[in-house]
């Protein structure tokens, strides 16, 4: 059974910084792929970030410079570090895992992704 929980979401002021937790648990030999996206009210889900196995990253544009994903195998553990933190970035935050292995590239692409997890709300003031 696989399960993604997110943590470290919360309420900061422009310009602050939170970081994101997603714990994975139910994937024995590590994912091919994870990804954070978010989801403003009345907004689609956009994808923020995604890292690949051997940790190459890609990020979306409004993020570059500010949001850092990183993981640690050892942990099962992806993170969302965001920095200079804008009101533009409230939203809901998940994150998600495991893309199709004929997919080549490991990108924030909803559609790609089977496993996701409750999500976790970042609100910027």
């Known amino acids: 059974h696989v399960q993604l929980v997110e943590s470290g979401g919360g309420s900061v002021q422009a310009g602050g910084s939170l970081r994101l937790s997603c714990e994975v648990s139910?994937?024995?030999?590590?994912?091919?792929?994870m990804g954070w996206f978010r989801q403003a009210p009345g907004k689609e889900r956009e994808g923020v970030a995604a890292?690949?196995?051997?940790?190459?990253?890609t990020y979306a544009d409004s993020v570059k410079g500010r949001f850092t994903i990183s993981k640690d195998n050892a942990k099962n553990t992806l993170y969302l570090q965001m920095k200079n933190l804008d009101p533009e970035d409230t939203a809901m935050y998940y994150c998600?895992?495991?893309?199709?292995?004929?997919?080549?590239?490991?990108?924030?692409?909803?559609?790609?992704?089977?496993?996701w997890g409750q999500g976790t709300q970042v609100t910027v003031s």
């Open positions: 890292i690949g196995r051997e940790g190459a990253a």
């Open positions: 998600a895992a495991e893309i199709p292995t004929w997919i080549p590239l490991c990108r924030a692409r909803s559609a790609d992704f089977g496993y």
């Open positions: 139910g994937i024995t030999e590590g994912t091919n792929c």
